[in-house]
């Protein structure tokens, strides 16, 4: 889930460049290992290139201090979103939650 909503809010952020298999090559990554090792069911690895993007809004654009704490915020964003979904069925966040990833949302994170 987390990895769709980054998809939909951060224009960093490529589904289609994700990778969710567990190759041979993969087996001592950090991702890998807490999974198998200490049981998280959805453990992630974000990647990221200094090089510039290939996609998106940042196509052929260097990537640089702004960038990177804009995916940042997505982040957050995002896992504010997935705790939300996740606490639904539990109990309801308090509004100023809600109101923060609103804010956030609307701003598009805007680092100055």
């Known amino acids: ?6 998809s939909q809010i951060a224009p960093a952020f490529c589904m289609g460049s994700c990778s969710f298999v567990v190759e041979k090559s993969k087996e001592s990554t950090a991702r890998v290992v ?3 090792e200490i049981g998280v ?4 690895t974000m990647e990221s290139t200094l090089c510039g ?3 998106g809004k940042y196509k052929g654009l260097q990537i640089g201090t ?3 704490e804009e ?3 997505k982040f957050c964003v995002g896992l504010l979103r997935l705790k939300r979904m996740a606490s639904s069925l539990e109990y ?3 509004s100023s939650l809600l109101d923060i990833e609103n804010e956030l949302i609307e701003s598009s994170c ?3």
């Open 1 to 6: 889930a987390l990895p769709k909503i980054l």
């Open 66 to 68: 702004r960038e990177l």
């Open 34 to 36: 807490v999974w198998r």
């Open 110 to 112: 805007k680092v100055t």
């Open 71 to 73: 995916m940042g915020a």
């Open 41 to 44: 069911q959805r453990s992630y």
């Open 92 to 94: 309801s966040l308090p």
């Open 53 to 55: 993007c290939d996609q």
